[in-house]
């Protein structure tokens, strides 16, 4: 998103839009898609030498759940985007895209789970549990006397 410089209101100006997906630059990333747009809702305003943008960005993404592997749709949204850029001489735009970028890319859960409630995989089949219980048969308890030879020892 490209902001000229000369347009900017004394008040502010109001940007509202939208960036294509391809500026998040996922397109080879795993376990992540862009499903729309990033949309963002902003207000620049020129400040003693320089340009201060505040306001919204968001993009709806589909994550892969990190328990069963589903993809699941979430909205990842900064609302306190808040930006400060030192003007150089004779500069004439703005361009504010790759922190767009970022403010949303910075939302990324380090270990997204599509639900609370969900169940994950079967260790042993990978079968995903949320869709029903697998056929495996049920895992041995150990023998309670396993650790008895422990037991004596002094530590």
């Avoid at 410089?5 to 990333?29: F, Q």
């Avoid at 003693?48 to 919204?56: A, I, K, L, W």
């Avoid at 969900?118 to 869709?131: F, H, I, V, Y």
């Amino acid at each position: 998103m490209i902001i000229e410089i000369s347009k900017i209101l004394r008040e502010g100006s109001r940007y509202v839009g939208e960036e294509p997906p391809s500026v998040l630059g996922l397109e080879e990333e795993q376990g992540i898609r862009s499903v729309e747009s990033l949309h963002y809702d902003l207000v620049a305003r020129v400040v003693s030498g320089g340009v201060v943008v505040r306001g919204h960005v968001e993009a709806r993404m589909e994550l892969q759940c990190g328990r069963c592997a589903e993809f699941f749709s979430t909205l990842l949204a900064d609302s306190d985007f808040l930006r400060d850029y030192p003007l150089r001489e004779g500069q004439q735009e703005l361009d504010v895209t790759e922190d767009l970028r970022e403010a949303v890319l910075l939302r990324l859960p380090p270990h997204p789970v599509c639900g609370e409630e969900c169940r994950g995989l079967c260790p042993r089949c990978g079968k995903n549990l949320n869709e029903g219980p697998c056929t495996c048969p049920p895992e041995e308890e150990p023998p309670s006397d396993v650790w008895r030879a422990l037991d004596g020892v002094n530590l």
